[in-house]
Nanobody, 119 residues
């Protein structure tokens, strides 16, 4: 079992920055794809950014050039640096750990952290 705890959300003005953190309960980055998702009110949860176990990063088109995913293996923590924030970035942001091992699939979620972009 893996526990994920997000932090760093809050209220920020348009054009501002925030850094989200996701602390994992144990060392999993060598085996799991880590991802950040978001869910706006009345909308489906969507992938924002992901990092494969080997370090390859992927971003949704709507955040490319503005958001950066990174991780600190020693701290078992993954980050989402968000710059040039827009009101449409307002959502609950969730951390995810995903792994497929043979016939088994493992999927863990954090509790979410609210990001509100507003003047």
């Amino acid at each position: 079992q893996v526990q994920l705890v997000e932090s760093g959300g809050g209220l920020v003005q348009p054009g501002g920055s925030l850094r989200l953190s996701c602390a994992a309960s144990k060392s999993i980055f060598s085996f799991y794809t880590m991802g950040w998702y978001r869910q706006a009110p009345g909308k489906q949860r969507v992938l924002v950014a992901s990092m494969l176990s080997g370090g390859t990063k992927n971003y949704a088109d709507f955040v490319k050039g503005r958001f950066t995913i990174s991780r600190d293996n020693a701290q078992n923590t993954v980050y989402l640096e968000m710059n040039s924030l827009k009101p449409e970035d307002t959502a609950v942001y969730y951390c995810n750990a995903h792994r497929v091992s043979g016939p088994y699939e493992y999927d863990y979620w954090g509790q979410g952290t609210q990001v509100t972009v507003s003047s």
